[in-house]
C-alpha cells in the first residue's frame, strides 16, 4: 500500500500532538497504548512531528490495553504516581473499569475520536461513575503542568 497516501489519510486531532510534546519536554512518563500496529503508530507519530520514545509505545504486539496498564502499574520506578488513562473509546474504558487491580487509574474518555454523542452523554450524566469527559481545552491545561484537579 501507499504509505505516503496512508499517512494523508490519518490526522492528528488539533492540538494534541502539541500538548504531548509539551508533557515529554515537562518530564511527564506519556505512554501511548494503541491497537494498531506498532511499526504503523510510531510511523504516524513521526509524521504528526512528535518525537516520541518507542519504549513508551504500546501497540496491538503488546497485548490488550489492560495487560499493558496492569504491567505500567508494577513498574519499580511508577509507584505511587498518578495514571491517567485517556481513551476515545468507551468500550475500552469500561473494561479498565472492570478490573480491581486497575481501580486506581483515572479514566477520561475524550469528547472527540471513536465515540458517539450517546457515549459522552452516558459519561456526563454520571452514570459510569469513575469515568470522566475531557474536552480537548483540558487535555491542553493538562499538558501546559496545570493540576488536573484544577480543571
Not at 72 to 98: N, Y
Request: charged share 25%.
Amino acid at each position: 500500500a501507499d504509505q505516503v497516501g496512508w499517512l494523508g489519510r490519518n490526522r492528528a486531532y488539533d492540538g494534541v500532538t502539541d500538548v504531548m510534546q509539551a508533557m515529554l519536554r515537562g518530564g511527564a512518563e506519556v505512554f501511548v497504548i494503541t491497537t494498531k500496529q506498532k511499526r504503523f503508530c510510531a510511523a504516524l507519530l513521526k509524521d504528526f512531528g512528535l518525537q516520541f520514545p518507542e519504549e513508551k509505545l504500546f501497540a496491538l504486539e503488546d497485548g490488550p490495553k489492560t495487560e499493558v496498564l496492569l504491567g505500567l502499574l508494577q513498574r519499580p520506578a511508577l509507584k505511587g504516581r498518578t495514571f491517567h488513562f485517556i481513551e476515545d473509546k468507551l468500550g475500552t474504558l469500561k473494561k479498565v473499569s472492570a478490573l480491581p487491580d486497575l481501580s486506581e487509574i483515572k479514566l477520561h474518555l475524550v469528547d472527540w475520536g471513536y465515540n458517539t454523542e450517546g457515549d459522552r452523554s452516558s459519561v456526563r450524566s454520571g452514570s459510569l461513575g469513575d469515568i470522566s469527559l475531557i474536552t480537548k481545552v483540558d487535555f491542553q491545561l493538562l499538558g501546559l503542568g496545570r493540576s488536573w484537579l484544577d480543571l
